[in-house]
């Protein structure tokens, strides 16, 4: 991300505080579940713009290690403009409405994942597409590692 970003901090949502709102929460039934409610700034590296985004996230601990997460807030864009990017988890439900101009509207996509990460299963003709595309073949089980796929942060 930091190839990708300069300047990167977080903050409230209603900005009365420096840095994010954590609340950890212990259930009487033994659930564990941490909230965080911030909003993420940074300066694109490539094109100098701002952006930011609030968003709430929620995870469930089972002893030191998280098992669950939810994004728990709903975010509706009225429109963005050409060049705009905007960042979500994989499995946010996300769409654009029609395109109405006779310019064909073009998305890029970038995904994040731990380094040494392994492939996960394939039993769907898009997970085989991905792993074949992106992974230069790689089958499941193996390190998810390919030339394609920069490390863009290490601790």
């Given at each position: 991300?930091?190839?990708?970003?300069?300047?990167?901090?977080?903050?409230?949502?209603?900005?009365?505080?420096?840095?994010?709102?954590?609340?950890?929460?212990?259930?009487?039934?033994?659930?564990?579940?941490?909230?965080?409610?911030?909003?993420?700034?940074?300066?694109?590296?490539?094109?100098?713009?701002?952006?930011?985004?609030?968003f709430h996230i929620a995870?469930?601990?089972?002893?030191?290690?998280?098992?669950?997460?939810?994004?728990?807030?709903?975010?509706?864009?009225?429109?963005?403009?050409?060049?705009?990017?905007?960042?979500?988890?994989?499995?946010?439900?996300?769409?654009?409405?029609?395109?109405?101009?006779?310019?064909?509207?073009?998305?890029?996509?970038?995904?994040?994942?731990?380094?040494?990460?392994?492939?996960?299963?394939?039993?769907?003709?898009?997970?085989?597409?991905?792993?074949?595309?992106?992974?230069?073949?790689?089958?499941?089980?193996?390190?998810?590692?390919h030339p394609m796929n920069?490390?863009?942060?290490?601790?």
């Amino acid at each position: 991300m930091y190839e990708l970003f300069d300047n990167i901090s977080f903050d409230t949502p209603d900005g009365d505080a420096i840095g994010s709102e954590v609340e950890t929460n212990y259930y009487d039934n033994g659930m564990v579940w941490t909230q965080i409610w911030s909003v993420f700034y940074a300066k694109g590296n490539y094109t100098g713009a701002s952006v930011s985004f609030p968003f709430h996230i929620a995870y469930k601990w089972d002893d030191d290690k998280i098992i669950e997460e939810k994004k728990l807030e709903v975010v509706e864009l009225d429109s963005i403009d050409a060049g705009d990017c905007t960042f979500h988890f994989g499995w946010t439900i996300h769409g654009a409405g029609l395109n109405k101009s006779d310019k064909i509207r073009e998305a890029m996509v970038v995904t994040y994942y731990a380094d040494g990460s392994r492939v996960g299963k394939l039993d769907t003709k898009d997970r085989k597409g991905d792993a074949e595309l992106f992974l230069g073949g790689k089958k499941a089980g193996e390190i998810a590692d390919h030339p394609m796929n920069k490390i863009v942060y290490q601790r």
